[in-house]
Nanobody, 124 residues
Framework: QVQLVESGGGSVQSGGSLRLSCAAS????????MGWFRQAPGKEREAVAT???????NYVDSVKGRFTISQDNAKNTLYLQMNSLKPEDTAMYYC??????????????????WGQGTEVTVSA
């Protein structure tokens, strides 16, 4: 059974940093594409970044240069380092896993497994 557990969310001021983690279990981690998505209050969930088993990455334009997705295959853990945070980054952040999906996809429907989310609040 695939399990994804996020942690690391919190409240920071604009310009601050946070590091999110996602502990994965129940499957062969390296066989899946991993991603971070977020959902702001009153908005639809959107992609943030994805990473392939080879470490290649893909980001949405709004976070390029500020966020870094990475993973530790030995620990089955996904990370999202978020720097220069802005109030518009406030959202619930979700970890997701997708098997046999287009490489580095940012399409939510391609990911079949989701964590419960961790909340990030950025104040002005």
């Amino acid at each position: 059974q695939v399990q994804l557990v996020e942690s690391g969310g919190g409240s920071v001021q604009s310009g601050g940093s946070l590091r999110l983690s996602c502990a994965a279990s129940g499957y062969t981690y390296t066989m899946y594409c991993m991603g971070w998505f977020r959902q702001a209050p009153g908005k639809e969930r959107e992609a943030v970044a994805t990473i392939g088993s080879d470490g290649s990455t893909n980001y949405v334009d709004s976070v390029k240069g500020r966020f870094t997705i990475s993973q530790d295959n030995a620990k089955n853990t996904l990370y999202l380092q978020m720097n220069s945070l802005k109030p518009e980054d406030t959202a619930m952040y979700y970890c997701a896993a997708g098997h046999a999906v287009p490489i580095l996809t940012l399409i939510e429907a391609d990911f079949g497994y989701w964590g419960q989310g961790t909340e990030v609040t950025v104040s002005a």
